[in-house]
Each structure stands twice: as structure tokens, then as C-alpha cells.
T-cell receptor, first 114, second 109 residues
Framework: DVKVTQSSRYLVKRTGEKVFLECVQDMDHENMFWYRQDPGLGLRLIYFSYDVKMKEKGDIPEGYSVSREKKERFSLILESASTNQTSMYLC?????????????FGEGSRLTVL | GQNIDQPTEMTATEGAIVQINCTYQTSGFNGLFWYQQHAGEAPTFLSYNVLDGLEEKGRFSSFLSRSKGYSYLLLKELQMKDSASYLCAGMDSNYQLIWGAGTKLIIKP
């Protein structure tokens, strides 16, 4: 059974803290994505990666960075968390070109920044 | 600009049929996706349409009209477990997904 695992389901952090969100997939997928999901808005793409060591900015990369040192792992980093980064963060992976094909999502990480 | 529009919320009765509409405007078009997301859970893939017409998959069907920029998801024989949000997403010419805000479907007994 295919699986995308996010390290933390719920996090509470303080303004200015550095936050790491980890995502691991076991499907040998080339493509990995980080989205945030906020009420009343569609999923917004933060960063994505088509290969190890590669990263591309999505629609809202400001305040975030990513790391992909291994094919199966894609990390999202908030260098200095702010209250407007309180959100649900979803990691996804897919095979194929770009986002073509089925996206497999993790369960999500709900981050609250106080 | 690129945009996906779908109703915010719909209510239907167990055993009935419901149609969730989605209109899209994308720069180029490489297909239309539907995902299901139960509260507190990950979205899961339901369907992908790139050609005009209806695709049936069990109780769920998805329709696409490229000339009208329109899609719908049809759910038959509704069950309580179908209560969820349904996300519509269009893929543009760069193979990027543009997501709608989702339609929350409430099923009543």
C-alpha cells in the first residue's frame, strides 16, 4: 500500500522559531510537493521537487525553504515562523511528468504559530 | 488569470444522486482532477478527465466539457461515508495544478 508519511500531525510553535516539517514517501516517486491548505482557499503550492537536490518555487514560497537530499524525503523549513503561517501543510508525491498522474497526499501537519 | 470555481457547500439525502459542478479557467489545459477529502484526512484521488465526455467509476462519474470550461462530479446512491469535501483541480499548460476551494458535501439520513 502506497504511503506518504508526515512526521508531525500537530505542532505548536512560537513566533520566530525555526520549524521543520518532514515528509517521506515509499513509492519511489520522482515528484514531491508541499502545499498549504486554508479554509475557503484552494490548495496553494509552496515548493516542489522533480528530483533529488532539485527544488522549484511554487505560488507562495516566501518565508519557506525546502530540502531534498534523498529521493524519498522532502522537508519544508520555516526559518522564522510567523502567525500567518498557521495552517495545514500537506505533502504529496507523484510519478510521471510534472504533476501528471495521481497525487498521493500525506495526512497533513497542522501548525499553529503563537 | 487562472481560476477554479465550485460551490462552497451542498446537502443531499442518503440514497439520492448529487452533482457537484466545477468551472475552470486555466492557461492551457492538461486535464481536470477530482479529489475527495474527509475531514481531518488527506485528499485522495477520484478521477482525471482530459477528453470531453463522461467517465464512470462505480458510483462516481466525472464529466468534462473543454469548450465550456466545465466539469462535474456525479455521485449516485449516496452513502453517509460520502460526506466529505470534493476538490476540483485543473492542470495548466505547465502541468501545474490550479485548485478550487472545495465543495463540502453533507449527506443527511
Amino acid at each position: 500500500d502506497v504511503k506518504v508519511t508526515q512526521s508531525s500531525r500537530y505542532l505548536v510553535k512560537r513566533t520566530g522559531e525555526k520549524v521543520f516539517l518532514e515528509c517521506v514517501q515509499d513509492m519511489d516517486h520522482e515528484n514531491m510537493f508541499w502545499y498549504r491548505q486554508d479554509p475557503g482557499l484552494g490548495l496553494r503550492l509552496i515548493y516542489f521537487s522533480y528530483d533529488v537536490k532539485m527544488k522549484e518555487k511554487g505560488d507562495i514560497p516566501e518565508g519557506y525553504s525546502v530540502s531534498r537530499e534523498k529521493k524519498e524525503r522532502f522537508s519544508l523549513i520555516l526559518e522564522s515562523a510567523s502567525t500567518n503561517q498557521t495552517s495545514m501543510y500537506l505533502c504529496a508525491s507523484s510519478s510521471g511528468t510534472g504533476e501528471i498522474g495521481e497525487l498521493f497526499f500525506g495526512e497533513g501537519s497542522r501548525l499553529t504559530v503563537l | 488569470g487562472q481560476n477554479i470555481d465550485q460551490p462552497t457547500e451542498m446537502t443531499a439525502t442518503e440514497g439520492a444522486i448529487v452533482q457537484i459542478n466545477c468551472t475552470y479557467q486555466t492557461s492551457g489545459f492538461n486535464g481536470l482532477f477530482w479529489y475527495q477529502q474527509h475531514a481531518g484526512e488527506a485528499p485522495t484521488f477520484l478521477s482525471y478527465n482530459v477528453l470531453d465526455g463522461l467517465e464512470e467509476k462505480g458510483r462516481f462519474s466525472s464529466f468534462l466539457s473543454r469548450s465550456k470550461g466545465y466539469s462535474y462530479l456525479l455521485l449516485k446512491e449516496l452513502q453517509m461515508k460520502d460526506s466529505a469535501s470534493y476538490l476540483c483541480a485543473g492542470m495548466d499548460s505547465n502541468y501545474q495544478l490550479i485548485w478550487g476551494a472545495g465543495t463540502k458535501l453533507i449527506i443527511k439520513p
